[in-house]
Structures are given as structure tokens and as C-alpha cells.
């Protein structure tokens, strides 16, 4: 079975302070790919990254950066610099079923960013 | 934008009424999904289509039919809705600009009083 824990139920900073989101996977497939996404006020789901197993390297995209280490089964979203348009519900998602995405989610983290 | 809508957005009804939501898209994207997001629980999937008349079921099926009778199309049924299915209803495709990656409908709230 396959699992995503976001311990963190609720992060507030003020803004322009760097947060990090952590996420923990459990998977006993060896190939896998992780996702994050962010859930605004307005409530759609928006897809930020896709990260497969295969792919260690760290990734920065512009104040969002993303750190995957396989050895502790944690992909941690970083965001510097925090501004309000950052608040959100942050969800990570796990899949191994290559060809149809099942996707398990975590139960998020519900990011406020005070002005 | 991965041109999925889902209708209707919005929802009230009572207990043991039929619901139907819809699901369409645009893009002839083969794989469908039906998400449930309720608080302390994220999103757990209901059921999934790979295909026209190709459908199998998620995590939390009980309860909910679907079907998938055109590429573009497909519907959740809640053949006699209860209490606990009060939740917002995603729906998803897979494909689009990353075609591994699951893009998101809108949406919809639904209360059963």
C-alpha cells in the first residue's frame, strides 16, 4: 500500500519569510512519481511539479524549489521569500501506476501568509 | 488549461435522491478520474476510466457508479445520496501539457441534507 504523510496540518509566516513544506511517501515500488499541488481560496487544484524516482536532482522554479531525497522518502516544497498570493492548501501525491496515474494524496497543508 | 469542466458546480439535495455530476473535456484525453476531497482526508479516488466503457474502481467506491459512454464525457452517479457523500467532487484527466501528470476540473460542491 502506498502512503503520504504531510504532518504539518497548518503553516502561517509572515510574509516574505521562507517556508518549507514537508512530505513524506511510503511506496515498496522501486518506480515511482511525485507530485505537488496547490489549492488557492478559489478552490481549483493546480499542478506544480512531477518528480520521478529515477531523478534526484533538486529543482528551483523562480521562488518555489523542491527537494527529493530518496533516502529519507521526503519531497520537501520550499518557498522563498513568501508573498500573500502564496496561501494555499498544499497537497503531494504519490503514484507507481505508470499508465493510469492513481494518484494517493496526502491530507494537506494549509500554507497563510500574513501580510 | 486542460479544458475540463464539470457541471453542475454546485449542488443541494436530499437524502436518498439520485445525483448525477458530469465530467467533459475536450482534448480526447484517454484516462478519467473521479476525486472526493473532504477535510482531514485530501483526495481519495472514487473510480477511474481508462477508456470508453473501460472503468474500474478507486479507493472509496461504495456508494457512487460512473459510466463512459463517449471519450469526452464522464459521469459520477449517487444512485441514492446520503449524508456522508457530502463533499467537493473533482474531477481529472490525464495529459495535457505533461502527460503523466493529472489535471483538475473545477470542481463540484455537493450537500445531501
Known amino acids: 500500500a502506498q502512503k503520504v504523510t504531510q504532518a504539518q496540518t497548518e503553516i502561517s509566516v509572515v510574509e516574505k519569510e521562507d517556508v518549507t513544506l514537508d512530505c513524506v511517501y511510503e511506496?515498496?515500488?522501486?518506480?515511482?512519481?511525485l507530485f505537488w499541488y496547490k489549492q488557492p481560496p478559489s478552490g481549483e487544484l493546480v499542478f506544480l511539479i512531477r518528480r520521478n524516482s529515477f531523478d534526484e536532482q533538486n529543482e528551483i522554479s523562480g521562488r518555489y524549489s523542491w527537494n527529493f531525497q530518496k533516502s529519507t522518502s521526503s519531497f520537501n516544497f520550499t518557498i522563498t521569500a513568501s508573498q500573500v498570493v502564496d496561501s494555499a492548501v498544499y497537497f503531494c501525491?504519490?503514484?507507481?501506476?505508470?499508465?493510469?496515474?492513481?494518484?494517493?494524496f496526502g491530507t494537506g497543508t494549509r500554507l497563510t501568509i500574513i501580510p | 488549461d486542460a479544458g475540463i469542466t464539470q457541471s453542475p458546480r454546485h449542488k443541494v439535495t436530499e437524502t436518498g435522491t439520485p445525483v448525477t455530476l458530469r465530467c467533459h473535456q475536450t482534448?480526447?484525453?484517454?484516462?478519467m478520474y473521479w476525486y472526493r476531497q473532504d477535510p482531514g482526508h485530501g483526495l481519495r479516488l472514487i473510480h477511474y476510466s481508462y477508456g470508453v466503457k473501460d472503468t474500474d474502481k478507486g479507493e472509496v467506491s461504495d456508494g457512487y457508479s460512473v459510466s463512459r459512454s463517449k471519450t469526452e464525457d464522464f459521469l459520477l452517479t449517487l444512485e441514492s445520496a446520503t449524508s456522508s457523500q457530502t463533499s467537493v467532487y473533482f474531477c481529472?484527466?490525464?495529459?495535457?501539457?505533461?502527460?503523466?501528470?493529472?489535471?483538475f476540473g473545477p470542481g463540484t460542491r455537493l450537500t445531501v441534507l
Open positions: 501525491a504519490l503514484t507507481s501506476n505508470f499508465g493510469n496515474e492513481k494518484l494517493t
Open positions: 511506496t515498496r515500488d522501486t518506480t515511482y512519481y
Open positions: 481529472a484527466i490525464q495529459g495535457g501539457t505533461s502527460t503523466d501528470t493529472q489535471y
Open positions: 482534448e480526447n484525453h484517454r484516462y
